[in-house]
């Protein structure tokens, strides 16, 4: 989900990074660079799920985390995969 985050938002990626994806619960984690951010990206999260499940072709997210700006450095995204019994 991070790979396509540019194509499911293209008006955010300068200024919103998507550092990790749940897809157990289907949760999108993203770090706005500023709190105006913050507020454009709660205002626009059903636009944002919508768009990120339309590029996936299928419901992949059903909600976002939106993280406090500067919380994660961009450089350092971590996604966590479904875990398989052993």
Not at 2 to 22: C, E, F, K, M, Q
Not at 52 to 77: D, F, K, Y
């Amino acid at each position: 989900m991070r790979g396509r985050w540019a194509a499911v938002a293209p008006d955010l990626p300068r200024h919103v990074t998507a550092v990790g994806y749940d897809a157990d619960s289907g949760r999108l984690t993203l770090c706005p660079e500023s709190t105006a951010r913050v507020t454009k990206l709660r205002l626009e999260q059903t636009r944002v799920v919508e768009a990120a499940n339309m590029s996936a072709g299928q419901t992949v997210v059903c909600a976002l985390r939106i993280l406090a700006p500067g919380s994660v450095p961009a450089s350092e995204p971590t996604d966590v995969a479904p875990s398989s019994a052993a």
